[in-house]
């Protein structure tokens, strides 16, 4: 035992406890303080502090080799040059405090960056504005002792939430995605102003995120992002924005493991990224576009998830606290560094006011001729002290020092002889303008941290647009875009089901994701995910696959209950259920039997013959109508059908439905028409009956009604198809840069493939699309510096054609701005009218304001 624990009186065990205690806690806490998580007053961890404080020692306005400015910060930095390198090339690809040259890699494709002695480095003018004034920085020794090293930096802009930053520490974590930059100058005016503000992150991979659950970056938010997938043709799609946290590598290789899998189907996939992100997805033919981008969200990394997790350092602790407190943060801290400069910028104002004013005196006063009089320093000091005492409080604002009097003495003849009172009080008086506009500053310290704002966003703010669309958008659901690539088979009998057992009876096609329902002869029923071999119990009689978001789906059943039982009928919808669960078609006593049972997907009720076992002076067949029995839930008893005993149930007519027309309803972020009231209606929708959609790009489609139904999303109309309704479009014509208006009827138009309503030229795009008997729309032209409108009926401009047709040439002017004009006739439409979303025109607005 050593001394130190004779000392201490403890045993091996304590002792070693103790020292765990110790050391873990100090351990935990410099994790914590000095390497994972970043302090809020300039969102830096110590890695990357160091590295922009040695770029500022260095900067003398050209490039330096990475090599250098690594071993030039490892005399901060106590660890080794590969954590330092590697940090430095991650602030250069963020490209806003580091100017980078050369290969410094491509965080699009993942690619590295060229070794350090290829590339080079320096600081960007925005990093030298806004986050360099050693007057109001506070000094630390270095690790060693040898050299000073900031506390923090003085960051004037809140660099924490333009940057983001991800940490893994002792005991915790923090996650703070990248905002924009002129976004955050923007809530920063908006919080000087009083006002509220709202933030969402922007990533430099752009592409879409539905920001409804970001919960202010707090614990149990969440983000999804989605690459932005357009469909080039038929048979090609284009990825050019990938999700955050993605690369061109890692996205194709999730695709390519979706296929190998059966997920979705796709030919093969060519990635052309360069300095732009481009991944070009081939299809085989006849693949449906839509439902293959679906299934990329559902089974890729085209769609993450992303969990934000705000943790920073506050008052040497960490706290977790939303993005929209740290911006107050970061502003306030900007007021106060503001505030600072001002100050020392006044002080030092001050003091030339001073020592200009006292040089004047010294040389106008002719007070430098009592130096010839002294006979040694402290002498002369005194004389010129007595020489300045009838001016001090007259033309000085304060008193003068020895050191400023040794200061005055110092000045050369040659100075003097050349002194010019004019200049030495323009001197003065641009100096007391300078003095009193900084006090002006000072008074109005709000106004001028608020200019200080709109100067970062007019000087640096263009080029760093918000680059990641904010949406909404639901969840795919696997079910729904799952590939059928599995045959399933069953064992009746025995009571197996799966898709391994390829000597048995064949069913169906059912993907992984499929449910199945299995009613058995007992009149118990289960339902069970697909699987490769699963026992559901002897004897199946019915097996199907099972949906329990569908409300129409009906068994229609006649079973025996117990042995020698009463018959009973019912009919019923499954609804919600728990898997691997045995549910029970009536009271499940012993001997029960499923007599009749059938699947109707929309809620048909057949006639059917029951046939009794031979008995003296009974009916020994008679016929049961389902129509007749009220839709119940599935644990219900049903109605008695006899008390004799059955042989047999035979169907004698197909029935109908009984359950009316469907009420069918449109989600948009999902993208899924259903019965489940989620979104807009669309109104009733008879068996036969069919579904338009009409999308911003101007293709169209016609679809056969399922439950459900996935049309996808970027759709402007939907509604029950109509052969005979007219329809009025505005649309831009890229073959002769003309607007362009047509009418038309689908009477002659493909079923279930896409067509166009407009022509095939890349620069032609929809404006305004018209479902109803007006058609009303306000140009406004921008004609010189004058903006004139008109009102365009295009009921008036064009006759109804078919839908291949052009159309009639309404203008060749520059379109700034169409407002669609909505009428009471219009407003009171068939309910089966969806609304109708107004098309972006990048012609009218953009372009030309």
Known sequence: MSEERKTLGLSNANYLEKLYDGWFLDYASYVILDRAVPYFEDGLKPVQRRILHTLFDMHDGRYHKVANIVGRTMQLHPHGDASIGDALVTLGQKELLIDAQGNWGNPFTGDSAAAPRYIEGRLTAFALEVLFNPETTNWIPSYDGRNNEPVTLPAKFPLLLAQGVEGIAVGLSTSILPHNFCELCEASIAHLRGKKFELYPDFFTGGIADMSDYNDGLRGGRIKVRAKIEKLDSKTLVIREIPYGTTTGSLIDSIISAN?????????????????????????????????????????????SLAPNACIIVNKKPQFIGVSEILKLNTD?????????????????????????LEKIFIEKE?????KKALNKDEMVSLIEEGLKPFVKKMLRKEVTREEILKLAEIPIRRISRFDRKKADEALKELDLQIEETENHLVHLTDYAIAHFKNLLKKYGEGKERKTTIGEFGKVNAVHVAIANQKLYVNRKEGFVGTGLKKEEYLFDVSSYDDIIVFKADGSFKIVRVSDKDFVGKDVVLIEKFNKDDERQIYNVIYQEGKDGVSYIKRFNVGGITRDKDYLMGKGKPGSKILYISSNPNGEAEIVEVILKPRPRIKLNFEVDFSDVEVKGRNAIGNQVTKYAVKTVKRVRKGVSTLGARILYYDAPSGIVSTQKRGDCLGEFEENDKVLVVRDNGLARIYDMTDPLLVGTAIIHIQKFDPEQVYSILYFEGSNFNYMVKRFKLEACPMTTDFNLLSDHPDTHLVEFFATKNAKVIMEYQVGREVQ???????????VKGYKALGSKFTAKKVKRTTRLIEEDEEEEPEEKPSSKKAKDPYSVDMFE
Do not use: R
């Open 260 to 304: 190998d899998k059966g997920k979705i189907k796709i030919k093969h996939v060519d990635d052309n990224t360069s300095q732009e992100v481009e991944i070009v997805i081939h299809l085989h033919p006849g693949t449906d576009p839509q439902v293959v981008i679906d299934a990329l969200y559902a089974f890729t990394d085209c769609e993450k």
């Open 333 to 357: 801290h900007t007021v106060q560094l503001l505030k600072w400069e001002l100050e020392n910028k006044l002080a030092a104002l001050g003091q030339k006011w001073h020592m200009t004013s």
């Open 367 to 371: 007070i430098y001729e009592v130096i």
């Open 789 to 799: 409108k008109e009102t365009l009926d295009l009921t008036e401009v064009a006759d």
